[in-house]
């Protein structure tokens, strides 16, 4: 692998302030607080970054809903088992709480012995008990409701841990419980999740449901920013070719605290020999010494003379071994009890490794969700822990055509993760319509000048790590939902454009497509599969706040990286800069930026030119248009004609007018041809 190939796609650096670690009176952290204000709603959704502390969060609820709320029981829903031990027994009281969160051995399913029959007939004991917390697996509580009904939960507090893994989809059992449990009215939800998207392609919940709950946000920025050691986190996505465990020590430091995830044995970055590739991976990092006898770790000594131990969870027959070494409490005390931990489908969601400072994946993984939780694994706080990464290791395409497809697909899914991470790790923008009467915000700093009624206002807000952006022709939401959406799921929305395999293909490689196709066809057609309840014009609101958010992170970006693309992304200057460069910070402008134009200029570097010339080909062999995207274009076309007073014209230097006009003549070849027939 050449070094000279690896571009990381974003670092971001962190203030370091220790708010999010600080505790109150209570014992709370910033994020828990914020939840336990919250603690009175029926149904509560907590949306928070791995590590802040969501399962502590949960027991102060749970208690008070027990203690004050009338709620005979909690039931604490978990994805998988060795997830269970984040709700065992924990002293809350020496920290200022007024009682402790305990829960019965017998009644941690996660930990009890037996057959799943077995422990769905405990939960039934446990409900006929006058004990009050249980945790159990997502598949026991789901067979347990199946076999004694929604009824025999009534009146209880019902928390799902790892939320995003339920959905709406008529398949998803939990899911379709869920939507019972709702309709009942009879119990108290409480979920859960550390991603910002719930649901991969299938929302979690019915917008009906959805609206239902209270939602408490932490976003990924205030956790990180609160910190007081991890200061800096990269994002990245390199290109390899030939096999990639030969070079591993290209993007693996030993002396990094480092979690592997080779590549799934049905992907085409994986040999289809699991066990070699862990064998070869642990040669190429030095000289094998032997294993550990307590903890079963391999010992092996690097070039420069060094001895690490790794954890291998690949191969079968010591896999239960070493998940037992990798609960011991040194886990969390020794930073050298391991050194690196290599795994196919574990230590992702509820692993929790403090030292962890590089979190590698190779191959795409299908789920932008799945990325959040592996990048989770290095986002902790530790002492010592200055810097962070991820990297995704994505196989170049050679020569063969299907090669060149499969490679497309793989590398636009890279970059999709890695723009979506970029708003992840962002401040969260607010944007309002700019107007003669709009004034400054409380506790935000509007640089130097200040704030000015007539120019362009940019305000911050580094407690809350939020943006006060002011957009001239921002239309606003007018609709509860629309207002919500714009508040809330922002990044939802863009996690949705950035998946849309046309849209991306389009942004990324179509030499001559227009912006205004990528933000305002494309985004908008996304806007109305998503939520088709909202009436045009919210619908046109949420897709100029999503596009917005977009744009201002990637041309604050291109502001300060220049044209290497490999510098410190130091958003907050960057946003202000990019606004302060244009004369007028307008909706319009902002359309007419492609929202990947600075991913391409990553990837153009990353990959060599035939590369390049092989994925556009296939691009470009996919144009043409369709009647819904001509019917799309028709509709821009109209508001085009409520402003100017005319149609577009298909001789306009305008391309975005030209494409506009295009489309107003397929319809009426379209008609004209029907008409005929």
């Known amino acids: 692998m050449n070094k000279d190939i690896e571009i ?101 399913l996660c930990n009890a012995p037996g057959t799943d029959g077995g422990k769905i007939n405990s939960l039934g004991e446990f409900l006929q008990s006058d004990d009050k917390t249980l945790v159990c697996t997502h598949a026991t509580f789901r067979f347990a409701v199946e076999k004694f009904g929604i009824e025999a939960f009534d009146g209880r507090l019902i928390a799902i841990d790892e939320f995003h893994h339920v959905s709406s989809n008529d398949d998803n059992k939990l899911g379709a419980q869920l939507a019972e449990f709702m309709t009942r009215d009879k119990v108290h939800i409480v979920a859960m999740t550390g991603s910002y998207f719930r649901g991969d392609a299938v929302a979690v919940l019915s917008p009906e449901d959805e609206e239902k709950f209270e939602t408490v946000t932490y976003t990924y920025y205030e956790q990180l920013n609160g910190y007081k050691h991890l200061k800096h986190l990269d994002i990245g996505y390199f290109f390899y070719s030939g096999d990639y465990s030969d070079e591993i020590l290209s993007v693996v430091d030993p002396n990094e605290k480092t979690i592997i995830h080779i590549p799934n044995v049905n992907s085409r970055e994986s040999t289809k020999d699991k066990i070699k590739e862990v064998n070869h991976i642990i040669h190429e990092l030095g000289e094998w010494l032997g294993v550990d006898d307590d903890t079963g770790f391999h010992i092996v000594k690097t070039a420069e003379g060094r001895e690490i131990r790794i954890a291998d969870l690949v191969e079968p027959d010591t896999q239960g071994r070493i998940q037992e070494s990798l609960r011991s409490p040194e886990m969390k005390t020794n930073r050298d009890y391991v050194d690196i931990i290599i795994a196919l489908g574990m230590a992702k969601e509820g692993f929790d490794w403090v030292w962890c400072e590089h979190a590698l994946t190779i191959g795409y993984r299908a789920s932008l969700t799945e990325i959040i939780q592996i990048i989770g694994r290095a986002t902790r706080d530790a002492e010592g822990k200055e810097r962070a990464k991820f990297t995704n290791l994505i196989a170049e395409p050679d020569a063969d055509q299907d090669s060149v497809v499969d490679a497309v697909n793989d590398t636009i899914k890279a970059i999709a993760a890695s723009l979506l991470m970029e708003q992840v790790l962002a401040p969260k923008f607010n944007f309002r319509a700019k107007s003669n009467d709009s004034l400054a915000l409380g506790g935000y700093d509007y640089g130097e000048q200040g704030y000015s009624p007539d120019g362009v206002n940019i305000g911050y807000n580094e407690q809350q790590g939020q943006f006060d952006i002011q957009i001239k022709g921002l239309k606003e939401p007018s609709s509860k939902e629309a207002q919500r959406i714009c508040q809330e799921d922002i990044n939802e929305v863009v996690a949705s454009f950035v998946q849309d395999k046309t849209t991306i293909e389009k942004g990324l490689f179509d030499e001559e497509a227009i912006p205004e196709e990528i933000t305002q066809l494309r985004m ?137 006009a295009e489309g107003v003549k397929y319809l009426a070849r379209m008609k004209s041809e029907s008409m005929h027939e």
């Not at 008070?64 to 005979?72: A, R, S, T, V």
């Not at 009281?93 to 305990?102: A, I, P, R």
């Not at 010339?613 to 369709?626: F, L, P, R, W």
Request: charge should be negative; glycine fraction near 6%; aromatic fraction near 6%.
């Open 8 to 108: 990381p796609s974003i670092t971001v650096d962190y203030a370091t302030t220790g708010s999010s670690v600080k505790s109150n009176e209570l014992g709370m952290r910033e994020m828990q607080e914020r939840a336990y204000e919250k603690r009175g709603e029926q149904y509560l959704l907590i949306k928070s970054p791995p590590a802040s502390g969501k399962s502590r969060a949960l027991m102060f609820v749970a208690l008070d809903k027990l203690e004050n709320q009338g709620i005979k029981q909690a039931i604490i829903v978990v994805p998988e088992k060795s997830i269970g031990a984040s709700f065992n027994d924990e002293d809350l009281s020496t920290h200022g709480f007024y009682t402790d969160w305990v829960v019965e051995p017998r009644w941690n």
């Open 524 to 660: 908008g057609k996304i806007i109305r599969g998503k939520y088709p309840s909202l009436d045009e014009e919210d619908q046109e609101s949420v897709r100029q706040h999503a596009i917005a958010a977009m744009n201002i992170a990637q041309q604050a970006k291109k502001v300060l990286d220049g044209d290497t693309g490999l510098k410190n992304t130091a958003l907050i200057e960057g946003v202000r800069k990019f606004a302060m460069d244009v004369r007028e910070l307008e909706i319009d402008l902002i359309d007419r930026i492609n929202p990947f134009s600075e991913a391409y200029a990553i990837i153009s570097k990353a990959m060599n030119e035939e590369s390049l010339q092989q994925i556009a080909s296939v691009i470009t062999g996919k144009k043409s248009m369709n009647p819904e995207e001509a019917r799309d274009l028709a509709k821009r076309a109209v508001q085009f004609k409520r402003e100017r007073g005319r149609l577009p014209s298909d001789a306009s230097s305008d391309p975005w007018e030209v494409r506009m």
